[in-house]
């Protein structure tokens, strides 16, 4: 379960990495393109759709890096059981929001998906970013899971 | 209960869950998501909760965002911020506190080519830290000097801050850009008069490092050649019109990449720990 979770957690940071290189050359390309005036079409709501997928893939690596940006100055203050339980509550609120996140990105990609909603320029459909975000988030889940049952292993993997 | 009221106890139990070390993002999603669930049935809030996640995530002007970031994090790999705290280092490395000052003048013009605080402070932490704990400069001052230095990073232009506010309150980005400038150089120079002043009290917080020739010094300018380059390539860019600041973290990012690499500073391995 772990190793898997890991895997993807890898794959996902490779994919995230890539929409940012793809978003830097495609808005590049597109600037440079414009003095020629030959602007690339749709490179608004393609960026739009990369940066999505670069937040949604990031997420499940920042979560198990603990990169989340969280206010730590009072905690410190408490002593070591009481910061453990803070750390549990973390952990169970973002489990309680991530799971109604995955949930309901994918209804709402269903929805999506059946009515036939595309972007404006490229009528690219919207649906499958949504689907992404919605797995991602249910990677997130995973990992606050594992981390929830298994707190030394976990945080060493 | 009024809105009012539902909205004043969200904000209360919105600190107690942040004091808590609740993730700021996960506190803020769950108090507006509840708060919803109050004031209109939870049946609205949870389709609110897919479309909003969706919309924010895909909004084109925060994308900027992770670009001036990784357009930072290309530039610390790449050896600018050494480069930077060198030069600073030639010119006042040898007065009082000189090691300190020359932080904060490193810290200055990486924030010329980085948008954001934390980055630059922890940048400047690598760089700078061991090099005054050598000189047996007081941790105080120096860790201070880091600090308060990387806040820097976001005053000047670009600043990721900047563009999440002009975002929001739908100012222009640009003219907040520039009125970063002369406030981000004031705070500078009144850094590096209190550093001054607390090494001229107390000169055992940061004994002077060594002299260095003024060969030395101009030959140390080179190496702020690149940051000027990339500061004029986007900010110049940017004022010039050329394109929008959502664009020029993408630019930013891209011309810093070429920079890297025509200077022979960048390997794929450099990129890919830039990247990830």
Wanted: with cysteine; aromatic share 10%; proline share 5%.
């Amino acid at each position: 379960m772990i190793k898997i979770t890991r895997l993807l957690i890898e794959i996902m940071n490779y994919l995230a990495a890539a929409s940012v290189v793809a978003m830097m050359l495609l808005t590049s390309a597109d600037v440079l393109l414009r003095f020629f005036k030959h602007p690339i079409l749709g490179t608004y709501e393609l960026v739009g759709l990369f940066g999505a997928l670069t937040i949604a893939f990031a997420l499940p690596a920042t979560t198990l890096s603990k990169g989340h940006v969280a206010v730590d100055f009072m905690v410190e203050k408490l002593p070591t059981a009481a910061q453990k339980l803070c750390g549990v509550i973390a952990n169970l609120l973002g489990l309680a929001l991530f799971s109604l996140i995955a949930w309901q990105t994918f209804v709402y990609a269903n929805i999506l998906r059946s009515s036939g909603e595309v972007t404006l320029s490229l009528e690219m459909p919207f649906y499958p970013v949504v689907y992404a975000i919605s797995v991602a988030s249910l990677l997130v889940c995973i990992v606050l899971f594992l981390e929830l049952v298994t707190v030394p292993k976990v945080s060493s993997i | 209960m009024s809105p009012c009221v539902i909205g004043l106890i969200g904000l209360a139990i919105l600190i107690l869950l942040l004091f808590a070390r609740i993730p700021v993002g996960f506190a803020m999603a769950i108090v507006g998501f509840a708060g919803f669930v109050k004031l209109v049935n939870l049946d609205a809030a949870m389709s609110l909760l897919a479309r909003d996640v969706f919309s924010t995530l895909s909004s084109y002007g925060l994308t900027v965002i992770p670009l001036f970031i990784f357009m930072g994090q290309v530039s610390f790999h790449a050896g600018i911020s050494r480069r930077l705290y060198d030069t600073a280092y030639a010119f006042i490395g040898h007065r009082p506190g000189g090691l300190a000052m020359a932080t904060v003048g490193a810290c200055t013009a990486f924030g010329a080519i980085c948008g954001s605080s934390p980055a630059t402070a922890a940048t400047m932490a690598t760089v700078a830290l061991p090099e005054m704990k050598r000189y047996n400069y007081s941790m105080e001052l120096a860790t201070g000097a880091v600090a308060s230095g990387g806040s820097l990073g976001m005053l000047i232009p670009p600043s990721v801050v900047f563009i999440v506010y002009g975002i929001m309150t739908e100012q222009s980005i640009g003219k907040l850009f520039m009125a970063g400038i002369l406030p981000g150089l004031l705070i500078a120079s009144l850094f590096c008069l209190a550093i001054t002043l607390s090494c001229r009290r107390n000169p055992a917080l940061g004994p002077p490092g060594p002299k260095t020739s003024w060969q030395g010094r101009i030959q140390s300018l080179k190496g702020t050649g690149e940051t000027l380059l990339l500061f004029i390539l986007v900010m110049g860019g940017l004022f010039a019109g050329l394109f929008t600041p959502t664009e020029a973290g993408a630019i930013g990012a891209f011309c810093s990449i070429i920079i890297a690499v025509i200077g022979g500073n960048l390997s794929f391995a450099k990129l890919k720990l830039s990247l990830f």
